[in-house]
């Protein structure tokens, strides 16, 4: 019913930025919530950022509080995770997520992830 889909992960050095983006297309979700997760390999898939696709409310995970940014793109019903002063423990893959009420626990929609890279 909601297709994700993301892209911009690539390799990025130590203090560099890089910009996510997830378009979502499907049925109207005006009243979703969006999300970025990540996992990286041996650790738990972990809660980076996330907000209501109206706008308004932002909530951050620890390591989003400072650095990275989470906006939208009404137009191209497009999603973006600005990241800054990336750290090596930042790579992960990072995946777009969506649920259909922003009270629930679970998100149940999600897109295939993009890898993202930090290393010199």
């Known amino acids: 019913q909601v297709e994700l889909v993301e892209s911009g992960g690539g390799l990025v050095q130590p203090g560099g930025s890089l910009r996510l983006s997830c378009v979502a297309s499907?049925?109207?979700?005006?009243?979703?919530?969006m999300g970025w997760f990540r996992q990286a390999p041996g650790k738990e898939r972990e809660f980076v950022i996330g907000?209501?696709?109206?706008?308004?409310?932002?909530w951050y995970g620890d390591s989003a509080k400072d650095r990275f940014t989470i906006y939208r793109d009404i137009g191209t019903r497009t999603v973006y995770l600005r990241m800054n002063n990336l750290h090596p423990e930042d790579a992960a893959a990072y995946y777009c997520?969506?649920?259909?009420?922003?009270?629930?626990?679970?998100?149940?929609?999600w897109g295939q992830g993009t890898q993202v890279t930090v290393s010199s």
């Open positions: 907000t209501i696709w109206s706008g308004g409310n932002v």
């Open positions: 499907g049925r109207a979700f005006r009243s979703f919530a």
């Open positions: 997520a969506a649920k259909s009420d922003r009270r629930r626990d679970d998100w149940n929609y």
